[in-house]
């Protein structure tokens, strides 16, 4: 009897397992078109630029960066309308948005046309950073929600190494339109798959749909699970507060726990090394196709080091990842920027330092403080405002993302390579402070349990 129940628990969870995987990789569509508009941009300018008769360097500057304005307002709204529409209907609506945007960017006519159709891609890349991640830490059991909302930093990397060999495989025939336009399958992708996933339980529990969320649950947690989840979101659902509450006692500890998170990811300095990493190169004595090289082996780090974070977030936890990665970028950086001290032109030995260094940065990235902010966000905050609080986070992210890319070729004739590095990785031993003070465990607990000891130890 008892074998035959634990068999039947097992098949269970393997169904579950199954289900919510499954569910978590359809909604990661959005993660890999956050990786691959940001990144394919790089490669097509070259193509834009011959096709509009020559641009500046300031409006080549606006295609790239506007997107990452549209992405701050983008982040800023989905929350608050998936607090009110649903998770769900919220995912369809960004993928229309970026089937819209990618579409107008492969067809437009004129340079301007251009523009606004890189603000639409942006509002949906803003939008799914955070929707993505919501949604799959609201669907996945409690036990596997590390590996399974990180399956969205994963689809980042994997969008972003996407876009540069998609770049690099359509430089022969100069078709920026195409580089753009691909966008559109997972796009669509996302859309279709997102039509036959169910709502997020906890949304449904919050809008009295008790019935809906049982229905849910049945399919993604095991059957002794549900009636307790469902009288522990009522409970916290019940509770009294709005938008006011980001700003309470209890939330607002929190609240400044996700944006240092969001801006500390950002001001240490990853997409300049993502996006800047060939120019830097190149201007260090490397040939074109060693920068290009160098760039793809980074971009190679960067996936391989997200699935390293993916299988071990769940079972050392979030805080050990997030702490040596972020002690590992910083010895990346300063690596790297020690190599450049003898003199910006490097030869032989001095120039493997100095790519070394960056793969040590950027795999201490991938496995801690890339995939944890995304995931913290997720789960730190309360139900009631969770959409509305993640937006806060992920608009933060977004706007020192934007600071820094603007700012950055800036900042290196001012102070060159050399003590831009050494203030990335200043900057990054601040935040490994602020990380080993501030930031909470969250692994093996339920989004409820969290909630509680949250905002009541921040109460306290
Ligand atoms: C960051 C992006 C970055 C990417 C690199 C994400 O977590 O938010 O800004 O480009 O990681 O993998």
Do not use: C
């Not at 919501?134 to 596997?144: A, K, S």
């Amino acid at each position: 009897m008892v074998r035959i129940a634990a068999r039947g628990t097992e098949a269970e969870t393997r169904r579950v397992r199954r289900h919510v995987a499954v569910s978590a990789a359809i909604t990661a569509l959005g993660g890999l078109l956050f990786g691959y508009d940001t990144g394919v941009v790089s490669g097509a300018l070259l193509f834009v630029k011959k096709d509009f008769g020559g641009l500046s360097s300031f409006q080549e500057e606006l295609v790239t960066s506007l997107l990452l304005v549209g992405a701050v307002i983008g982040a800023l709204a989905a929350g608050r309308v998936s607090d009110r529409i649903g998770r769900k209907l919220t995912v369809l609506i960004t993928a229309v948005v970026f089937i819209v945007g990618v579409l107008l960017a492969a067809f437009t006519p004129t340079y301007p046309t251009l523009l606004v159709a890189r603000i639409i891609i942006g509002l949906a890349v803003g939008s799914a950073s955070m929707i993505v991640p919501l949604y799959i830490g609201e669907i996945v059991p409690p036990r596997v929600r590390g590996g399974l909302v990180s399956l969205n930093q994963l689809a980042i990397t994997v969008g972003i190494l996407g876009s540069y060999l998609i770049d690099y495989g359509l430089s022969g025939t100069g078709n920026w339109r195409l580089m753009f336009g691909l966008a559109a399958i997972p796009a669509a992708a996302l859309f279709i798959g997102m039509l036959f996933q169910q709502e997020s339980p906890h949304w449904l529990i919050r809008q009295g749909r008790e019935d809906g969320a049982r229905q849910v649950l049945r399919r993604v947690r095991s059957e002794s699970d549900i009636d307790a989840e469902i009288r522990e979101v009522r409970e916290i659902s019940q509770r009294e507060g709005g938008l006011r509450d980001l700003v309470s006692r209890n939330v607002r500890p929190l609240l400044t726990v996700g944006v240092l998170l969001a801006v500390f990811q950002q001001i240490t300095g990853i997409n300049t090394v993502i996006y800047y990493a060939p120019t830097l190169l190149q201007g260090a004595g490397f040939g074109n196709s060693g920068a290009l090289l160098a760039n793809v082996v980074n971009g190679v780090v960067n996936v391989s080091m997200t699935i390293v974070a993916i299988w071990l977030l769940d079972k050392v936890g979030r805080r050990p990842l997030l702490l040596s990665g972020t002690a590992g970028m910083a010895v990346g950086m300063t690596i790297t920027a020690l190599s450049f001290l003898g003199g910006e032109n490097l030869h032989g030995t001095l120039a493997i330092v100095a790519v070394l260094g960056l793969l040590i940065y950027t795999g201490s990235f991938a496995i801690g403080l890339g995939p944890v902010f995304w995931l913290l966000i997720a789960e730190i905050y309360p139900l009631k405002i969770r959409g509305a609080a993640m937006s806060v986070a992920s608009m933060a992210n977004w706007a020192a993302n934007f600071v820094v890319t603007i700012s950055f070729l800036t900042l290196l004739s001012a102070i060159g390579g050399v003590g831009a590095f050494f203030l990335f990785g200043f900057l990054t031993l601040v935040a490994l402070g602020y990380f080993w003070r501030k930031v909470p465990e969250t692994k093996g607990r339920s989004l409820q349990e969290i909630e509680r000891d949250l905002t009541h130890s921040h109460a306290a």
